[in-house]
């Protein structure tokens, strides 16, 4: 199993460009996340997407929108990337219980993002 | 959403047991205290989760008093390989009324040296 894939691993951008960070799991997980973390800070949330067809924002969602393509792919994209948004963001997911105990959260390897 | 207050960091030395304390003193009852674990230039591990009193593991202790306002990660005999940032999370928990926002804070620092 490969768990969590994001792609692409590295991506240096201009100011103002557009791109969008992919992000698959292939362990049949209803949730999924994305997360920035810059340097030396903790984790922060962007987007969250409780089940297939829907998402909800998070800490920090401005300059961002995402997708729920189908289960397996939580995508997001920077419409207009601006130096602030240079940052390691992270992909996670995990499989929602009919309990009240959290999934565990499985991450992938993160993609670096450069804005200049 | 309870908010959580851990030490920047903290320093030890190989062989040492760690603890790391956590305090959530918003926790709501139906909340769980999760930990995870990162290493630089990869994302989080989960390492332990508990509601109540005492949880082990093969990695560590996760220690919950009654009130629950507060909860501490006990990390036996560290090594340098131990050197990493400890998170802890409450609440927004999936599974319960469809998937929440989970939330990290700013984490702990640990540094072990030989």
């Known amino acids: 199993n490969a768990g969590v894939t994001q792609t692409p691993k590295f991506q240096v951008l201009k100011t103002g460009q557009s791109m969008t960070l992919q992000c698959a799991q292939d362990?049949?997980?209803?949730?999924m996340y994305w997360y920035r973390q810059d340097p030396g800070m903790g984790l922060r949330l962007i987007y969250y997407?409780?089940?297939?067809?829907?998402?909800d924002k998070g800490e920090v969602p401005n300059g961002y929108n995402v997708s729920r393509l189908n289960k397996r792919e939580f995508s997001l994209r920077l419409e207009s990337a601006a130096p602030s948004q240079t940052s390691v963001y992270f992909c996670?997911?995990?499989?929602?219980?009919?309990?009240?105990?959290?999934?565990?959260?499985?991450f992938g390897e993160g993609s670096r993002l450069t804005v200049l | 959403l309870a908010k959580t207050t851990q030490p920047i960091s903290m320093d030890s030395y190989e062989g040492q047991e760690v603890n790391i304390t956590c305090s959530h003193n918003?926790?709501?009852?139906?909340?769980?205290i999760t930990w995870y674990q990162q290493f630089p230039s990869q994302g989080p591990r989960f390492i332990i989760q508990?509601?109540?009193t005492k949880v082990t593991n093969e990695v560590a202790s996760l220690f919950i008093p009654a009130d629950r306002k507060s909860s501490t990660l006990s990390l036996p005999r560290v090594s340098l390989s131990d050197t990493a940032v400890y998170y802890c999370?409450?609440?927004?928990?999936?599974?319960?009324?469809?998937?929440?926002?989970?939330?990290f804070g700013s984490g702990t620092r640990l540094s072990i040296r030989p």
């Open positions: 996670a997911s995990t499989k929602t219980s009919g309990g009240l105990k959290t999934g565990e959260l499985f």
């Open positions: 362990m049949n997980h209803n949730s």
């Open positions: 997407s409780a089940s297939e067809g829907t998402t």
């Open positions: 918003n926790i709501a009852t139906n909340d769980y």
């Open positions: 508990g509601y109540k």
């Open positions: 999370l409450v609440g927004g928990y999936p599974g319960y009324s469809s998937a929440s926002k989970i939330i």
